[in-house]
């Protein structure tokens, strides 16, 4: 099953082009990024990422799904925006 986490990892290392540096923006090992990849691209079936000799690009498949990572980031930012309006409601009068 896809987590959250597992979204951000995948979502840094398409920005950064490279695990190692997606691992130092979140603080964590690259190995840790790597085995997670490894594993997600085993469970679909399919690798999410060209590994080049300097970097990281991702394949049709690797777009198709951080369009939808991405989509989902913004659609949890909506709904945090909206519990936010919400609480501020039960504030008021």
């Not at 979140?26 to 990849?37: D, V």
Request: glycine fraction near 6%; charged fraction near 30%; hydrophobic fraction near 45%.
């Amino acid at each position: 099953m896809l987590q959250h986490r597992l979204f951000v990892y995948l979502d840094q290392v398409a920005r950064s082009g490279s695990i190692r540096k997606a691992a130092e923006r979140l603080h964590i090992s690259a190995s840790a990024i790597n085995r997670q990849l490894l594993a997600l691209e085993e469970e679909l079936g399919t690798p999410l990422f060209q590994r080049l000799p300097r970097k990281m690009v991702l394949t049709a498949a690797g777009e198709a799904l951080i369009y939808h990572v991405r989509l989902s980031f913004k659609e949890i930012e909506w709904a945090q925006m909206k519990i936010e309006e919400l609480k501020g409601l039960r504030r008021g009068k």
